[in-house]
């Protein structure tokens, strides 16, 4: 199994990102994925999850509203589309396989700052 995300970097207060996930070695399209974060000095933190077809999905309610999840199965790639990101958003993205992860990714860093 393996999960490599990207897409993270330096955004202003209201910005966008579009975080990437790309997993291979395993059937992707039969499994739930998610994304949790971990902030500078905190613990993990789910953030939300899509089931096997992507017509399922399920937000925290910190993000609710201003991030989408997705996914292309053709593609074995999962995303996070994040809108009005705010300064509180900082924190290393990992994507993950299944609502209680088995497998991880290394993670990608979002920093939200002026």
């Known amino acids: 199994v393996h999960l490599v995300e990207s897409g993270g970097g330096l955004v202003q207060p209201g910005g966008s990102l579009r975080l990437s996930c790309a997993a291979s070695?395993?059937?992707?399209?039969?499994?739930?994925m998610s994304w949790v974060r971990q902030a500078p000095g905190k613990g993990l933190e789910w953030v939300s999850d899509?089931?096997?077809?992507?017509?399922?999905?399920y937000y925290a309610d910190s993000v609710k509203g201003r991030f989408t999840i997705s996914r292309d199965n053709a593609k074995n790639t999962l995303y996070l589309q994040m809108n009005s990101l705010k300064p509180e958003d900082t924190a290393l993205y990992y994507c993950?396989?299944?609502?209680?992860?088995?497998?991880w990714g290394q993670g990608t860093q979002v920093t939200v700052s002026s």
């Open positions: 993950a396989r299944n609502r209680a992860p088995d497998y």
């Open positions: 070695g395993f059937t992707f399209s039969i499994y739930y």
């Open positions: 899509i089931n096997s077809g992507g017509d399922n999905t």
